[in-house]
């Protein structure tokens, strides 16, 4: 296993391991209930971080977190499905679900 990614937040952490599994990458979340452990423990040791299981991916895996971290903010999307606004960068309506467009 490799960590591939410290994360300020869960939610932060949630959404790059989510990424990472679209790409077929197995991936696991530690720290996940650190966070009522602050003051406790160090700050560096209770954040979320990403881990892969198969080290052989771990540039795949970075190059994918870097290119999320550095995409540029789209416009908004309409869902085909629904037809709720969603914010640019989405995959999927918040609202019903279906895939959106590219």
Same mark, same amino acid.
């Given at each position: 296993?490799?960590? +591939?990614?410290?994360?300020?937040? *869960? *939610? =932060?952490? &949630? @959404?790059?391991?989510?990424?990472?599994?679209?790409?077929g990458? %197995?991936t696991?979340?530690?720290? $996940?209930? %650190?966070?009522?452990? *602050?003051?406790? +423990?160090?700050?560096? &040791?209770?954040?979320?971080? +990403?881990?892969? =299981? =198969? /080290?052989?991916?771990?540039a795949? $895996?970075?190059?994918? @977190?870097?290119?999320?971290? /550095?995409?540029? *903010?789209?416009?908004?999307?309409?869902?085909p499905? #629904?037809?709720?606004?969603?914010?640019?960068?989405? @995959?999927? #309506?918040?609202?019903?679900?279906?895939? @959106?467009? =590219?």
């Amino acid at each position: 296993m490799k960590r +591939v990614h410290i994360a300020p937040t *869960l *939610l =932060d952490a &949630q @959404l790059a391991a989510d990424a990472l599994s679209g790409l077929g990458i %197995a991936t696991h979340i530690l720290n $996940a209930n %650190a966070a009522g452990a *602050l003051g406790e +423990v160090p700050f560096m &040791q209770a954040q979320p971080e +990403v881990w892969i =299981d =198969d /080290d052989r991916q771990e540039a795949q $895996a970075r190059e994918a @977190l870097a290119g999320l971290r /550095d995409a540029p *903010l789209r416009g908004e999307k309409t869902c085909p499905h #629904c037809g709720e606004t969603n914010p640019g960068n989405f @995959l999927s #309506c918040w609202h019903c679900g279906g895939a @959106l467009p =590219d």
